[in-house]
C-alpha cells in the first residue's frame, strides 16, 4: 500500500505536565465523578482477552473485586490458554511488521490522541475505575490514572523527537546516520496493581518506538487496565500492536519467555518475581534472535533519615504522607525512618495527632485519606507484621485491622530499638512505618545503617535545615536510592520533573518517563553514505 509523502520536519506539541484537580465540594469535576463512580459501580464488567484486535471469551473467569467491599464483584475477566498466548505473540510478531514502517510521527499522534482523551472525555472512566479497583483516593487517582499516564504519553513523544533528532558528526565527504529501529520480535510488558498509569506506560513505551507488544496486566487492577486498552483503541492504536492477555503470570511468561521472538521485557513488581523473569532469560540465551531487553522497577525498602536540625513539622507530615498515602503501596512510599532523639518527642506527638485526625474507608467517601489494602494476601501479610510488633517493638500509633467488609489497615507506626528489626529490613508495601530513634552523636553512624540495612535502592529522603547535614546524606546515601528527596516524602515523583527507578534490588534504574528508558526499546542502525567513493586501493603512505 503506497501513501503520499510528507515532507517537512514535524514538531510535536510541547509536553506540558497536566495540572491536578482539587475535586474541591461543589465543584463540576467532583459532582460528575461521583455520578460516574455511582455508574461504574453499579455496573459488572465482562473483560475478554485480545489478540490482534479479536476480543475471546475462554469460560475459564476470574473476578475483580471492591477492595473496600470485597462481596462486590465489579467484573469478570477471562483467562488466556497457552494457545492463545502463542496466538497473541503470533499476532505481535505479525503486526510489527506494519507499524514499525509507520513514521515515527504517526505513532505519537496515536499517543497524543490517547492523552488528549484522557484529559477530556475519558478522565472520570478511568478515575472511577481506579478509586473502585485499586482503592484509591480522589487524590491518589488523579495524580495517577489521569496525570501521569497523561504526562507520560506527552512527554515521552517528546522524548523520542529528541531521540530520533540525535545524529553523529558528517561532513562534505560523506553523510552519518543513526536509524533508530525498533527490536526485532515483541515486547512482553507485565504491569502491577498500584498504578494505572504504569499499565499504560509500561506497554506504550516500546509501542511509541515501533515495537509490538504482549501486555500481562495484573489481575487486581484489571478493571482500569482495561479502560486503558480500551482508550488507546479509541485513539487509533491498530489492531495486534499491544494484545491484552489477563490470566496466569506463570503461565504465560513461561511462553513468553522462553519464546525465540522475545525482544524485551518491560517490567514493574516484586524483585523475588523479577529475579526469576532474568534467571529465565539468562538459561534460554542460546534460543532468542536478539539478546532481549530487560527493564524493570522492583522493590523499595523506602528511608526518610532526619538531621538534628530538621524542622519537626515538616518531618512529621513527610512521614505520614510518605507512609501512608495510597495506603502505603507505593514502591516509594516511606516504610522506615530515622530520627534523632531530640526530635523524637515531638515528631512523634505531631505524627500521632495528624494520624488521629485522618478518616479510613470507602473511596467513594471522599473525605477519606485512607482505604483498603488491594487484596486478603496483602491484608494477611501487614496483619501477620502487626501482631508481632505487638510483642517483639512498640505500637507508637495504629495497629487495627478489620477484614469484616473490606481488607483495612490501619495506619500503624512501630518503634524499635534494634536497627536490624524486621520491619526495618522486609518490604511489606503496606501502611506501616518503622522508626528507629537514634543518639544526636550518632548521626554519621545512622547513615552507614540506612545505606546498608535494606538490598533496595529505590527512593529515600532526608530532613535537615542544616546544609552539612544535607551533604553528608546526599554522599553516604549516595547509591542508597534512585530518586532522593531533601526536605520532601520520599514520593511523588512527576513525570518530565523527577525520572523514576532505583538501583541495587530495585531494578534496572531505566528512569520511566525519560529519554533513557526510550532508548531501551529501538536497536541502533549506523549508516554511512560516501559521496565520492575511492577509485585507487593504494593509500598515500605506500608512496
Known amino acids: 500500500m503506497s501513501f503520499a509523502a510528507f515532507d517537512g520536519t514535524r514538531r510535536v506539541p510541547p509536553a506540558v505536565n497536566e495540572p491536578v484537580r482539587s475535586y474541591a465540594p461543589g465543584s463540576p469535576e467532583r459532582l460528575s465523578l461521583q455520578t460516574r463512580l455511582e455508574q461504574m459501580a453499579a455496573e459488572e464488567v465482562e473483560i475478554p482477552i485480545v489478540i490482534g484486535g479479536r476480543r475471546i471469551h475462554t469460560g475459564n473467569t476470574g473476578t475483580v473485586r471492591m477492595p473496600c467491599d470485597h462481596q462486590h464483584v465489579l467484573a469478570t475477566y477471562h483467562k488466556a490458554t497457552p494457545e492463545l498466548v502463542h496466538e497473541a505473540i503470533a499476532a505481535a510478531v505479525a503486526a510489527r511488521a506494519e507499524w514499525a514502517s509507520w513514521r515515527w510521527e504517526e505513532r505519537a499522534a496515536v499517543f497524543l490522541r490517547a492523552a488528549e482523551l484522557l484529559t477530556t472525555t475519558w478522565r472520570n472512566t478511568l478515575l472511577a475505575s481506579t478509586m473502585l479497583g485499586q482503592a484509591k483516593t480522589v487524590h491518589q487517582a488523579e495524580i495517577d490514572a489521569t496525570c501521569e499516564l497523561i504526562d507520560f504519553w506527552r512527554f515521552n513523544v517528546q522524548f523520542a523527537q529528541e531521540l530520533y533528532a540525535e545524529q553523529p558528526i558528517s561532513d562534505h565527504t560523506m553523510w552519518n546516520q543513526l536509524d533508530y529501529r525498533p527490536l526485532e520480535g515483541f515486547v512482553y510488558a507485565v504491569t502491577p496493581f498500584n498504578f494505572t498509569a504504569i499499565g499504560g506506560n509500561l506497554p506504550g513505551a516500546p509501542a511509541l518506538m515501533g515495537n509490538a507488544v504482549l501486555w500481562k496486566p495484573s489481575a487486581t487492577a484489571l478493571l482500569s487496565s482495561w479502560y486503558t486498552y480500551l482508550l488507546l483503541e479509541e485513539a487509533g492504536l491498530p489492531a495486534g500492536v499491544i494484545n491484552f492477555i489477563p490470566g496466569d503470570a506463570s503461565m504465560i511468561s513461561d511462553i513468553a519467555l522462553t519464546h525465540r521472538d522475545l525482544a524485551g521485557v518491560h517490567f514493574t513488581g516484586s524483585t523475588g518475581v523479577f529475579n526469576s523473569m532474568w534467571e529465565t532469560v539468562g538459561k534460554n540465551m542460546g534460543k532468542y534472535r536478539s539478546y532481549p531487553r530487560i527493564v524493570g522497577e522492583t522493590g523499595g525498602k523506602d528511608f526518610i533519615v532526619a538531621h538534628p536540625s530538621a524542622d519537626p513539622q515538616a518531618l512529621a507530615v513527610g512521614m505520614v504522607r510518605g507512609a501512608f498515602e495510597y495506603q502505603g503501596q507505593k514502591c516509594s512510599a516511606a516504610s522506615r525512618a530515622y530520627i534523632p532523639a531530640s526530635l523524637w518527642p515531638t515528631v512523634k506527638e505531631r505524627c500521632i495527632a495528624m494520624m488521629g ?21 496483602a491484608f494477611n501479610r501487614l496483619k501477620v507484621a502487626i501482631d508481632e510488633a505487638k510483642g517483639n517493638a512498640t505500637i507508637v500509633a495504629g495497629g487495627y485491622y478489620d477484614n469484616s467488609k473490606g481488607w483495612f489497615i490501619q495506619p500503624t507506626i512501630v518503634e524499635t530499638k534494634d536497627p536490624n528489626y524486621r520491619t526495618l529490613c522486609e518490604e511489606l508495601f503496606g501502611p506501616l512505618l518503622t522508626v528507629y530513634v537514634y543518639e544526636d ?45 531533601v526536605n520532601d516524602k520520599p514520593t511523588g515523583a512527576v513525570v518530565g520533573q523527577q525520572p523514576f527507578g532505583g538501583a541495587r534490588g530495585s531494578g534496572t534504574n531505566d528512569k520511566a518517563g525519560s529519554k533513557s528508558n526510550l532508548m531501551r526499546w529501538v536497536s541502533t542502525r549506523t549508516v554511512k553514505e560516501t559521496f565520492s567513493s575511492p577509485l585507487d586501493w593504494k593509500y598515500p603512505f605506500l608512496g
Not at 473511596?363 to 477519606?368: A, K
Not at 538490598?455 to 546544609?467: I, K, M, N, Q
Open 441 to 485: 552523636a550518632q548521626w554519621l553512624d545512622t547513615l552507614k545503617i540506612v545505606d546498608g540495612t535494606s538490598p533496595y535502592a529505590l527512593t529515600g529522603a532526608v530532613f535537615s535545615r542544616d546544609r552539612q547535614g544535607v551533604r553528608e546524606a546526599m554522599t553516604h546515601l549516595r547509591n542508597a536510592a534512585g530518586n532522593f528527596y
Open 357 to 377: 485526625e485522618m478518616k479510613q474507608g470507602d473511596t467513594r467517601d471522599f473525605s477519606n485519606f485512607v482505604a483498603a489494602v488491594i487484596d486478603e494476601r
